[in-house]
């Protein structure tokens, strides 16, 4: 594993383009999970206003890549004052590395608490800067030249949920405080689940998120009338609703005849965390 406060000099001669970016390319219309900081609790409000600052269209948003290849963060995509990403989520001992991407400016990556610091800031791309998060927690830096302009970013460091079904774990992490409970419903017939229910900063959560039951269960979705218009929406499977209801009521239902994962989301609320899975067995 790489140590944790190395510098790599790849030379100001090397051209990278940002076609050939792997990492930038991989997460341009990602479908991995974010996770708003808003209506949180005092350390994440100051958390929105370290991200509200920063350059970045998404500046509420945490990209949970907990379940991901370790990331790569670049400098000045596009020779912008900015990180791209600007805001991750990774697990204990992930190692993250920034690489300069900008042509004429000079970055460095400095912890705003003095947990790593890649030096005095140099310009040209292929430069790179790796550091292994050791210890959970909430990692705030900045380019020293650009701070004040903005030029901001945050690791949040979290171990994350596990059950015994890694694939619904993956779907739900960063979803409503899910930590890898799985409600066991598999000797009951008909089960309810409340959609708007409140989580997620708002009332945009499923309740419960995750349930186990048997073949031949009917579970029907109730609408809270909260949080705005929500619809269901499988992943796995031929069924689900497009239909959007802000109304209370029950608005969907399904008979799950076939064992399996089956993880389905509210549409108009996916990136919020309005996800939800049932498993079949």
Request: net charge negative.
């Amino acid at each position: 594993m790489p140590s944790n406060n190395r510098r790599t000099f790849l030379g100001a001669s090397v051209a990278v383009g940002l076609g050939s970016l792997t990492g930038f390319n991989k997460f341009q219309g990602h479908d991995t999970s974010v996770t708003s900081t808003a209506g949180n609790n005092d350390d994440e409000n100051s958390l929105d206003t370290w991200l509200a600052a920063a350059n970045d269209p998404q500046t509420h948003q945490i990209l949970d890549l907990r379940y991901d290849d370790p990331p790569t963060v670049y400098l000045g995509v596009s020779n912008t004052k900015s990180f791209s990403l600007p805001a991750i989520k990774v697990a204990p001992d992930t190692t993250v590395t920034w690489e300069w991407i900008g042509d004429s400016a000079e970055y460095n990556v400095v912890a705003t608490d003095g947990t790593f610091d890649s030096g005095q800031p140099v310009s040209g791309p292929g430069t790179t800067f790796e550091y292994t998060f050791d210890a959970e927690g909430t990692y705030k830096y900045v380019s020293e030249p650009h701070a004040d302009a903005g030029m901001k970013g945050v690791v949040v460091v979290d171990t994350a949920p596990s059950s015994e079904y890694p694939t619904v774990d993956k779907w739900l992490a960063g979803t409503n405080e899910y930590d890898g409970t799985i409600t066991d419903q598999t000797d009951t017939d008909l089960i309810e689940i409340t959609t708007g229910a409140k989580g997620n900063g708002s009332h945009l959560a499923f309740n419960p998120h995750a349930v186990k039951v048997s073949t031949g269960t009917t579970i029907r979705w109730s609408w809270t009338g909260k949080g705005g218009g929500h619809n269901i929406v499988f992943e796995d499977g031929n069924f689900g609703s497009e239909s959007v209801h802000a109304e209370s009521g029950i608005h969907f239902e399904e008979t799950f005849s076939e064992t399996g994962v089956f993880r389905y989301a509210c549409k108009p609320h996916h990136d919020l965390g309005h996800r939800g899975a049932i498993i079949v067995e």
